[in-house]
């Protein structure tokens, strides 16, 4: 996320990384999954 976002990580972020991480285990995603989640994620947009 901080490569995608180009910025550090705030609280919020922080929370989407554990939401994202956590999904993508329960439904067994791989790193193509991992990417499209971030990419479509709110922190992507926001600063």
Do not use: N, W
Request: no cysteine; aromatic share 8%; proline share 0%.
């Amino acid at each position: 996320m901080i490569y995608a976002t180009g910025r550090s990580l705030t609280f919020g972020d922080k929370r989407v990384a554990r939401e994202l991480a956590k999904d993508l285990l329960d439904s067994q995603g791989g790193f193509q999954d991992l990417i499209i989640a971030v990419v479509l994620s709110d922190s992507l947009f926001t600063r």
